[in-house]
């Protein structure tokens, strides 16, 4: 996420892919790195997506 304008310039469909967005994903579970990431943000991923 610290990355957004690299992801953009790499594949344009990356532009929606915001923190704020995360709470769309219903089925793909997230890797680790990833958790730990939106946790220190104060997100909170369910149990289920965690990968």
Known sequence: M???DRM???HGA???TLPENFEYNSF???HPG???WFEEQGYDIP???RG
Do not use: F, K, S, Y
Request: proline share 6%.
């Open 2 to 4: 610290e990355n957004h």
């Open 8 to 10: 953009v310039q790499i």
């Open 14 to 16: 990356a532009v929606e």
């Open 28 to 30: 793909l579970p997230w």
């Open 34 to 36: 990833a958790v730990r």
């Open 47 to 49: 149990e289920d997506l």
